[in-house]
């Protein structure tokens, strides 16, 4: 399969790759690739959803090493990750004016636009869908988190309504342990966000059970 060739967004400057969503596409999904990564990373679990549906694979704005990609930096640490909340909070922007961007390139509605990501893709999903619940339909957290640092830009209870957000991870995970996960699933419960949790086996990686349980969930939402 010949992979789809690299675009630019003039508008913000992100790159990516597109998949399906051929003709006039009535939904988008957009997937985030994990710190270290780049967009080629979650292509598998867009080809399981693409279809009628555009999915896009962004690529983080900053530059990490040869082939290395970021949406923030961070580091790990024995108390658990410190990052750089500027960047986090510069990159959840500019992920938002893609999206509207996209929205408007391909007469796309926001409740026919969802957006996921892997690990530190995740994380701009969710703060992206939270803070500007209005560009999206709903959101995924593939072996992610939600940032505490969020909390300052998070939208009301009445605007967060209508979202819906999956969160998978792995019960092996040692990069960001499961518990991240329960703590997700809390706070969205705190949020009144409707969301499906799912934990899987496995460690710090988008499994085969987990990118069937998403794709399962995708195709309700946008059905």
């Not at 597109?18 to 292509?43: Q, Y």
């Amino acid at each position: 399969m010949t992979e789809p060739a690299l675009i630019n967004d003039p508008a913000t400057g992100l790159s990516y790759r597109r998949l399906g969503g051929s003709g006039a596409p009535g939904a988008c999904v957009v997937l985030l690739h994990g710190v270290g990564g780049d967009e080629t990373n979650l292509a598998g679990v867009g080809a399981a959803i693409a279809g009628d549906a555009l999915v896009v694979l962004p690529r983080g704005p900053l530059t990490l090493g040869p082939g290395q990609y970021g949406w923030f930096r961070v580091s790990f640490t024995a108390s658990g990750p410190v990052i750089e909340a500027a960047q986090a909070d510069s990159s959840r922007q500019l992920v938002t004016r893609f999206v509207t961007q996209l929205q408007a390139t391909h007469g796309i509605a926001p409740g026919k636009t969802l957006i996921a990501g892997f690990s530190q893709g995740g994380i701009i999903s969710a703060s992206v869908a939270l803070s500007a619940p209005e560009r999206v339909a709903g959101f995924g957290i593939l072996s992610g988190r939600i940032l505490p640092e969020l909390r300052p830009q998070l939208a009301s209870r009445e605007r967060l309504a209508h979202l819906r957000a999956f969160v998978g991870h792995g019960l092996q995970d040692n990069k960001l342990p499961a518990s991240w996960a329960q703590r997700s699933d809390q706070w969205l419960a705190e949020l009144g966000v409707v969301h499906e949790t799912c934990l899987h086996p496995g460690g710090h990686t988008v499994s085969a059970a987990m990118q069937a349980d998403f794709a399962a969930w995708v195709r309700r939402l946008l059905a």
